[in-house]
């Protein structure tokens, strides 16, 4: 069962953060949502509805959070940028994942993806030394770098990406 919920493992903060990893990580951002269309290329709608593991999101409801996901931490990002150490609001993805949006076609949030990604890229690659050392305010969590945050939503995209590609293999779609 966690293999099935953490396909790639657990996010592992990495200690050492260095331009090369961070550049990776950017570059992952970038072409994540061609990787989601791509997996989820011609799925219907009953295995768009099917959860990628017992208790688990469908993976329509994946591609909605992605979007959702995704929006948060550009807004996080831009507010950081803009603010010293701005505290950001938590949402609750599991609620979120239930509106009435996430049922809907992927169609609107893989092309929000790919708009999004290619801002957030542009605005990462812009980014100096000196800004991944600035941070935002996660009530939960306690401060967030920049540089930790490109990290972990490199493996954010990973992490999904697997979902789908691996329960495609396990039923062979």
Known sequence: MKELQYPIGPFQPQQELSNT??????????EAPSLFRKAV??????????????????????????ADSHMNSFIRLKLALTE???????????KWA???DSKQSIESSLTLL???????????KSLKPADLEKTFYHPETGP??????????????????????RLRERMEW
């Open 21 to 30: 990893f961070i550049e990776s990580c950017i570059r992952e951002i970038e």
């Open 114 to 124: 790919e708009g999004l990604h290619s801002r957030w890229a542009y605005l990462l």
């Open 84 to 94: 010293d150490n701005p505290t950001i609001k938590p949402y609750f993805e599991e």
């Open 98 to 100: 239930n509106l009435a």
């Open 41 to 66: 290329e011609d799925l219907s709608d009953k295995q768009l509805d099917t959860p990628y593991r017992p208790g688990g999101w469908t993976i329509r409801q994946v591609v909605h959070h992605l």
């Open 144 to 165: 967030v770098t920049l540089a930790m945050n490109i990290s972990l939503y490199a493996w954010h995209s990973r992490h999904h990406l697997s979902h789908i590609t």
